[in-house]
């Protein structure tokens, strides 16, 4: 494999193009979290702060969803 095929095969570009339901579930996971985190999280925390951790949450969760996805794309 030529250092160029490999540099566009992992380029984030064509992640999103060939995988756009994965996309999709990452964003809406992210999005989702964010929301989640703002109405759940302590309001003692500040506004961006839960947002925050929300949204962390949320990415990390749709990794969790989509990681074999991603990593066995090959």
Not at 24 to 45: M, N, P, R, Y
Request: with cysteine.
């Amino acid at each position: 494999m030529t250092t160029e095929h490999r540099e566009e095969s992992l380029s984030l570009r064509v992640l999103l193009r060939d995988h756009p339901i994965v996309t999709a579930v990452l964003v809406g996971c992210t999005v989702l979290g964010a929301i989640l985190g703002v109405v759940f999280l302590s309001s003692d925390w500040h506004l961006a702060r839960r947002i925050a951790g929300g949204a962390v949450a949320g990415a990390g969760t749709g990794l969790l969803l989509t990681f074999n996805r991603l990593y066995g794309a090959e």
